[in-house]
């Protein structure tokens, strides 16, 4: 009989456990439907020699990143220091999302260029098919070409420690 | 100093202009009427509380684009959405689709609603079993229509007379007894 008077105590600590964990989360990041999924296929210009083509078919049995950034976007200066720490364990295929080449090509020079290679995004089509809403954002990709995780914002020193390094070594196992 | 300032006005009309023709609409006014439908009921990743027929993101504007593209290229509104949730998720669509993993958000308020109706009607319920549990003795209906006013004193019963009277007396008398131990 006494139980009852524990209804709203219960009801109480049940919604507040919901708002803790409903306050702990980004509403900014969208879990992504395409992780676990194949990467959608592009064929995209270099950005040193346009005429040279480069996709995904050629990165097959491969484990790499594809790291979209434009000279534009504050974050991607902010997070390239990682990227290129990154790019000593891993092949980074840097892809720049609707940017000026020559702004581009200012803004590796002065920040340094670790990307194995740089692919350009012009109108943001190959964007549209990875569900890119911000750059940067980065997608771990394995050797079947199946994307692993994204990175949703910039790389953060704890999100490369904790996340990319560990799962990394993972797939090149 | 005048040709400056025609010049100036020139400049600023070129300007305005330009602006105008900037935003690239479909020629077709019936089409885009259609593209704003579909945007509607599509949320904006960039600024969520925003639709994409509402945001002016670029991300948006190229959202936009693509559904224009896509119905031009003869796709249906069940095909383009689909294309959205292939890349953003179910997170795109402003209503939510009814499967599992989302059954407690549709049926959640109707499930609270039936759940408050059976405790109303049991509260409800155990209250009017309270109230016939005690029934009035006719006495006391008849000193309640004395002080409602429907009878007068004369009608009512000795014994029902007595009763706060008599009710007085015993106050009264345990008064002097309390007086009477102090």
């Known amino acids: ?173 | 100093m005048r040709s400056a300032a025609a010049a100036l006005v020139l400049a600023l009309a070129a300007g305005t202009s330009l602006a105008q023709q900037a935003r690239p609409l479909a020629d077709d006014p019936a089409l885009e009427a259609q593209v704003l439908a579909i945007a509607e009921h599509l949320r904006c990743l960039v600024c969520q509380n925003e639709t994409i027929a509402a945001s002016r993101a670029d991300l948006a504007n190229d959202l936009r684009d693509q559904i224009r593209a896509q119905l031009k290229e003869g796709r249906s509104e069940a095909q383009i959405k689909q294309y959205m949730v292939d890349r953003y998720g179910d997170f795109v669509l402003y209503t939510p689709p009814v499967r599992p993993t989302t059954w407690l958000l549709w049926a959640g308020p109707f499930i609270l609603l039936l759940a408050m109706i059976g405790w109303l009607v049991r509260l409800l319920r155990s209250r009017g079993h309270e109230a016939s549990a005690a029934p009035l003795a006719d006495a006391e209906l008849e000193r309640a229509r004395v002080l409602l006013g429907e009878a007068s004193e004369a009608d009512v019963p000795a014994g029902a007379a007595t009763g706060p009277g008599g009710g007085a007396k015993a106050k009264t008398g345990g008064k002097a007894s309390a007086e009477r131990r102090s």
């Open chain 1, 1 to 173: 009989m006494k139980l009852r008077y524990l209804v709203p105590l219960v009801l109480f600590l049940v919604l507040a456990g919901f708002l803790a964990v409903g306050l702990q989360r980004n509403p900014r990041e969208v879990p992504s439907p395409l992780v676990n999924k194949r990467a959608p296929e592009f064929s995209l210009p270099r950005l040193e020699d346009p005429s040279l083509q480069h996709g995904v078919a050629q990165m097959k049995g491969k484990v790499w990143v594809a790291n979209f950034f434009a000279s534009w976007c504050v974050p991607c200066l902010a997070e390239h220091p990682l990227v290129t720490e990154l790019s000593r364990s891993v092949t980074v295929v840097g892809i720049n999302y609707k940017d000026k080449r020559e702004d581009a090509t200012r803004w590796l020079a002065r920040n340094g260029n670790s990307y194995a290679m740089v692919l350009v995004d012009r109108e943001g089509k190959v964007g549209l098919d990875y569900g890119v809403y911000g750059v940067p954002e980065s997608y771990v990709i394995d050797k079947d070409g199946v994307i692993r995780y994204k990175q949703i914002g910039p790389i953060t020193p704890q999100a490369l420690q904790e996340v990319l390094l560990p799962l990394l070594k993972k797939l090149d196992a």
